[in-house]
């Protein structure tokens, strides 16, 4: 049987603005709401599950995130969506202005909701009041959720983010979604240099720099497979552009970095860190911290100096691990370029091949 594709959150959300929004305007209850997914260029129509007027004139709807065959922690949460026309208290500007209410994370360090692109481009393009109007979104459910995700290690806090690139929420996890990854693989090959993004932090740092789709692959956790494919595609180098404590892992020699199919990074990095000269005492903290960013704070903390060190040790390694998989498993040589960010999206190491490779997408932003 084939997996079933769902819609991304961002989707669900805008569904219920729209809805509260008709409301707050005609007095009517939608049953249905479609609307321009943008990307792709297609219509979804989201049920609605219900529509009430509030006291002092605000208006609340609900819909229920349906992700497809996906497995999504969101799958059945109610997505809310308050609405009122912005009062002179608020003193804005602005005719739209978007908030994160219960259960939206927002950001540890900026202090902004985590609203991302996407979800601003369809709230934007589906509402255009007359008037200043306030949307605030939010998933009553988001806190609890939150302590399931990775979401921390990325600083979003106390909540769920708004996050997708897309309308469509793909079936990543499934195995039939492989083949997809596959075919934008082949799609893009005659490039002949392509950016393996892992998740879609790594797909919207790619984009922010202005790197073309045509050299971008999105590979979840396939990146065994998709490396071997490069490969045999004769593609002649690969970047691997991803959160540090994902591809990490690769230095192990673990090239499906689902975290259900095996999660050592902790480990990996102590052994790493054994390679770079560290004493025992430092491995052994290491190896005791809850994250890879609490490690990586600490040795910043006890021993600053060697923290690039550790990080070109970590570097070499996802290197050397990547050649080892290939030739394993019959494929032909491929450079691997690496570029590792941390949990606010900042890059905290590059192989030195990377800047000859993406200078001509990125202009100055690695110098």
């Known amino acids: 049987m084939t997996a079933e594709s769902g819609y991304t959150l961002p989707v669900f959300a805008c569904a219920s603005a729209m809805a509260a929004f008709h409301y707050l305007q005609t007095g009517a209850v939608l049953e249905t709401v479609t609307l321009d997914l943008l990307e792709p260029p ?9 529509v009430a007027p509030l006291p002092g004139g605000g208006v609340l709807a609900i819909t229920r995130s349906a992700p497809g065959d996906n497995l999504d922690l969101t799958r059945d ?14 003193n804005t500007n602005e005719l739209l202005t978007i908030t994160a209410g219960e259960g939206v994370g927002w950001h540890q360090e900026t202090g902004q909701a985590a609203i991302y692109q996407y ?8 509402l255009q009041p007359a008037r200043p109007l306030r949307v605030e979104m939010i998933l009553p459910q988001g806190r609890k959720l939150a302590e399931r995700t990775s979401n921390a290690a990325f600083g ?37 240099e392509l950016v393996f993004c892992i998740g879609e932090n790594g797909l919207d740092l790619a984009r922010s720099w202005g790197i073309s789709e045509d050299y971008l692959v999105k590979t979840g956790n396939w990146l065994g497979p998709l490396l071997l494919e490069a490969s045999l595609l004769q593609i002649q180098t690969i ?20 975290h259900h199919l095996a999660d050592a990074r902790l480990e990996i990095l102590t ?27 600490y040795l910043q903390q006890v021993q600053p100096l060697k923290v690039r060190t550790l990080y070109e040790v970590i570097l070499t390694q996802i290197q050397r691990r ?10 032909s040589l491929l450079t691997v370029e690496v570029i590792l960010f941390n ?3 900042q890059v905290v190491a590059q192989t030195p091949g990377v800047k000859a490779h993406l200078t001509q997408w990125r202009g100055d932003a690695l110098r």
């Open 42 to 50: 297609t219509q979804a129509a989201i049920p609605i599950e219900q």
């Open 343 to 345: 949990r606010q999206r």
């Open 119 to 126: 979800a601003q481009r369809l709230l934007h393009h589906h």
């Open 77 to 90: 949460t109610p997505v809310w969506a308050v609405v009122a026309w912005a009062d002179d208290k608020h």
């Open 322 to 331: 990547t050649q080892q998989y290939l030739h394993a498993h019959g494929g």
């Open 271 to 297: 052994a790493c860190g054994l390679r770079s000269g560290l004493s025992l005492p430092i491995l052994q903290k290491l190896l005791t911290q809850p994250t890879v960013d609490a490690a990586m704070s």
């Open 156 to 192: 979003v806090v106390e909540g769920l983010a708004l996050l997708g690139t897309s309308g469509i929420a793909h079936p990543l996890s499934a195995p039939e979604q492989l083949e997809s990854f596959r075919e934008e693989l082949r799609r893009k090959a005659d490039q002949g």
């Open 239 to 258: 970047i691997l552009l991803g959160y540090h404590g994902k591809l990490l892992k690769l230095a192990g020699g673990i090239f499906h970095t689902h």
